[in-house]
């Protein structure tokens, strides 16, 4: 893999299309990227995350939404696709100075943080479950309930009821 890849400006070109745009757009490079032998697939590869993570951060964080539900949209078409497209990222970040792979771990989570749904980050889990393994899994709505957080309160109190030793237990 070269070290001194060029950046490939049409992939990062793609973040100042409309959304819906964007995600197709995406979808088809990553289709055409899965089509290619394994060693064209890794240099393609690098140069697009080159291009994509030399995006300003809010266009990456948009970018990054777009790419990784374009990923969720093929893996449910076509499995194996994604998964190449995948395992090229991952192999091409093996590579990478530290630096890049941490900005991409760190953009990955905020954004599944901040923008995708459960489900999104469930289907995530299932095509880069290095990355994702950091976030909540349970449904948001759930934890979010008063009723569930009644309960936590109730088995904290309760717990620390049964924690106190009775006054005359000193030693």
Do not use: C
Request: charged share 30%.
């Amino acid at each position: 893999m070269a070290t001194d890849a060029q950046m490939d400006a049409t992939w990062s070109a793609l973040s100042e299309l409309d959304p819906a745009a964007r995600q197709q757009a995406i979808e088809e490079r990553f289709a055409r990227l899965a089509a290619k032998a394994e060693a064209e697939r890794f240099t393609e590869a690098e140069s697009m995350i080159r291009a994509e993570y030399s995006l300003p951060d809010e266009p990456l964080h948009a970018f990054t939404a777009a790419r990784l539900r374009a990923w969720i949209a093929l893996s449910k078409r076509d499995p194996a696709q994604v998964t190449a497209a995948a395992r090229a990222y991952d192999h091409v970040f093996n590579l990478l100075p530290a630096d890049m792979a941490m900005k991409r771990a760190t953009v990955v989570q905020t954004v599944a943080r901040a923008e995708l749904t459960s489900e999104e980050i469930e289907a995530l889990f299932d095509i880069i479950p290095s990355l994702v393994r950091q976030l909540p899994r349970a449904k948001q709505d759930a934890a979010r309930s008063n009723a569930s957080q009644d309960r936590v309160e109730e088995a904290r109190v309760g717990q620390a009821a049964r924690d106190k030793k009775p006054f005359w237990k000193f030693w």
